[in-house]
């Protein structure tokens, strides 16, 4: 399988040294949902934030206090969402669309818990503080992820092949995803997907994209109801990490939903105890959101610092499109780029240090599909590249 071609005797010194020191590569992921990488969200003007906030405050009004005596951050503290003229609208909505029982429902919301802990960490990261893929990057390639990664690989690898035969997705990608999502399962999360979705989707922090984001999380508490009445299983025995997301994969139950597969054949998915159902649910994933059999992922790029035209070229959306000869004359080194292929430019920054450039295929923006971010479509290809060469020494 191709990713980047670390063996192409034509890579710059810059990037040989960095391909050489990192050899062989990271993220919780919440599915953004306005088309661009987390990494490199910029704020909108705040333009309607005044009203935003009066709106917030007349919601805080007309809700009752939250209890601040409170159980240990995970387990959420009480407060009545029956209560809440948003839930109960809600709750109206689940009943006449899916048929759900309103006495149900408020017994259900009865239970619900709110998660402060979800809020404060949803919440952006301070955009003054520079980004830096070198420290992100190390959180994910490193030692022990890495030799669990092996581990997994060779527990799995019957159902890793099969995977990689059957979508197209390399091995070593569905080895890299899962293993900056949980570490193999280690880490999957342990709040109740009720208490964290129904507080994300009725208190989202008051950010630019709260309205939109709010909508996401609703539908994620529409999936979650229906998933575990399609399942027959308990919506409060779900458990994730604070966004939601369930299982080895962290798929949200929407996604669960559309995109999973029984890849194990037992007659039911299971992303939380089968990892065979999640190596067959990520490759499935990647390969409907674009996944090309057989093509690569980046390359190392230099810019130039004369012809600064690919300076345009960057957030261009999470797309592939151009073509070898449009990043020639853009000032973009090309060599060894296959010339059938489309690109788009990646910027990878350091904090002070200087900031890396690669030229991403289809393949790479179908792993921010996953997790909207650059850094993240890089660790993963890193982590997978990382545990494969572990394997062979
Ligand atoms: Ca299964």
């Known amino acids: 399988m191709l990713l980047m071609p670390i063996s192409l005797p034509r890579l710059t010194a810059l990037a040989s040294t960095l391909l050489l020191s990192t050899l062989c590569a990271l993220p919780m992921t919440v599915q953004a949902q306005d088309g661009k990488p987390v990494e490199k969200k910029t704020q909108k003007k705040a333009v309607d934030k005044k009203d935003k906030k009066d709106k917030k405050t007349a919601e805080k009004k007309a809700r009752p206090p939250a209890k601040k005596t409170v159980a240990a951050a995970d387990q959420g503290e009480f407060v009545n969402f029956n209560e809440w003229k948003d839930v109960a609208r809600f709750m109206d909505e689940m009943a006449e669309r899916n048929q759900f029982q309103r006495s149900d429902l408020n017994a259900l919301f009865a239970r619900t818990r709110y998660v402060d802990s979800a809020i404060q960490l949803i919440k952006p990261a301070p955009s003054n503080k520079p980004k830096n893929w070198a420290a992100y990057r190390a959180r994910f390639v490193e030692p022990v992820r890495i030799n669990a990664g092996v581990d997994f690989w060779n527990t799995y690898g019957v159902a890793l092949a099969r995977a990689e035969a059957q979508y197209g997705v390399p091995m070593e990608i569905i080895v890299g995803i899962i293993g900056v999502e949980t570490v193999y399962g280690r880490n999957t999360g342990n709040f109740r997907v009720m208490d964290v979705l129904t507080t994300l989707a009725f208190d989202y922090p008051n950010t630019a994209n709260r309205d939109a984001r709010m909508a996401f999380f609703r539908g994620e508490l529409e999936n979650t109801l229906l998933l575990t009445r399609e399942a027959g299983i308990d919506p409060m025995s779900l ?18 939903r559309e995109y999973a597969v029984d890849f194990d054949g037992d007659g039911k998915i299971d992303l939380r105890n089968s990892p065979v159902d999640a190596i067959g649910s990520v490759a499935h994933y990647l390969a409907v959101h674009g996944w090309q059999r057989g093509e690569p992922v980046a390359f190392p790029v230099t810019v130039s610092s004369d012809n600064r035209q690919w300076e345009a070229m960057l957030n261009q959306g999470l797309e592939a499109k151009y073509t070898v000869e449009e990043l020639q004359a853009a000032g973009i080194s090309t060599s060894g780029l296959p010339a059938a292929l489309r690109f788009g430019l990646v910027d990878l920054q350091n904090g002070t ?8 295929t289809n393949n790479f923006y179908a792993i ?19 545990v494969a060469s572990a394997r062979n020494r």
């Open 239 to 256: 458990r994730g990490s604070y966004a939601g997301a369930i299982g080895w994969p962290q798929f949200m139950p929407g996604s669960i």
């Open 368 to 386: 921010t599909q996953y997790n909207r971010s650059y850094f993240y479509a890089m660790s993963v290809a890193d982590l997978g590249r990382a």
């Open 353 to 360: 240090g200087p900031t890396e450039y690669w030229v991403a």
